[in-house]
T-cell receptor, first 112, second 111 residues
């Protein structure tokens, strides 16, 4: 079974402070990990995926297979980063390919 | 391209009734996935359609069924509605099983 855990429901930081949103997963195989973001009154959209190893809007995430984690980090938070963030997992192949399993989400609030 | 579109936006139904939700995928996409998002929860995978066939299914009862049309649009049908079916229903489209683009959702309320 595949599972994604986001331990923090709410996270508050001040503008300019570093931010880390935690994500742990359980999957018996090679997973693909994603971070999705939902800004106020907007639809869910992909922020980044681990296989791309990219940095989007200053956010990065590293897949740690040993700790089964995929934490999202940004060195200097901005007010416009305030949103709901979801970590999601898909199998890299086989029967789980394309089936996204989401965590419960973390609401990030960046204060001025 | 308007991206993924869903209709209706909101819907109110009574217990025991049946409902049909619709989704039009992003231009060029051939795969449609449906998710249920209960209040305060992350989206949960219902099923995925490709080439008019259900390719994958999550842990949802048979009351949840779907269809994909030759133009790749899709419907989600829920029979014998329960109060617990009240949720936001999200449609996502993709080319194959790659990056999924989400629609705005349909808010279903069962009374």
């Amino acid at each position: 079974a595949q599972r994604v855990t986001q331990p923090e429901k709410l996270l508050s930081v001040f503008k300019g402070a570093p931010v880390e949103l935690k994500c742990n997963y359980s999957y018996s195989g090679s997973p693909e990990l994603f971070w999705y973001v939902q800004y106020s009154r907007q639809r869910l959209q992909l922020l980044l995926r681990h296989i791309s190893r990219e940095s989007i809007k200053g956010f990065t995430a590293d897949l740690n297979k040993g700790e089964t984690s995929f934490h999202l980090k940004k060195p200097f938070a901005q007010e416009e980063d305030s949103a709901m963030y979801y970590c999601a997992l898909s199998g890299a192949g086989g029967t789980s390919y394309g089936k996204l399993t989401f965590g419960q989400g973390t609401i990030l609030t960046v204060h001025p | 391209d308007a991206g993924v579109t869903q209709s209706p936006t909101h819907l109110i139904k009574t217990r025991g009734q049946q409902v049909t939700l619709r989704c039009s995928p992003k231009s060029g996409h051939d795969t449609v996935s449906w998710y249920q998002q209960a209040l305060g929860q992350g989206p949960q995978f219902i099923f995925q359609y490709y080439e008019e066939e259900e390719r994958q299914r999550g842990n949802f009862p048979d009351r949840f069924s779907g269809h994909q049309f030759p133009n790749y649009s899709s419907e989600l049908n829920v029979n014998a509605l329960l109060l617990g079916d009240s949720a936001l229903y999200l449609c996502a489209s993709s080319m194959g099983a790659t990056r999924q683009y989400f629609g705005p959702g349909t808010r279903l309320t069962v009374t």
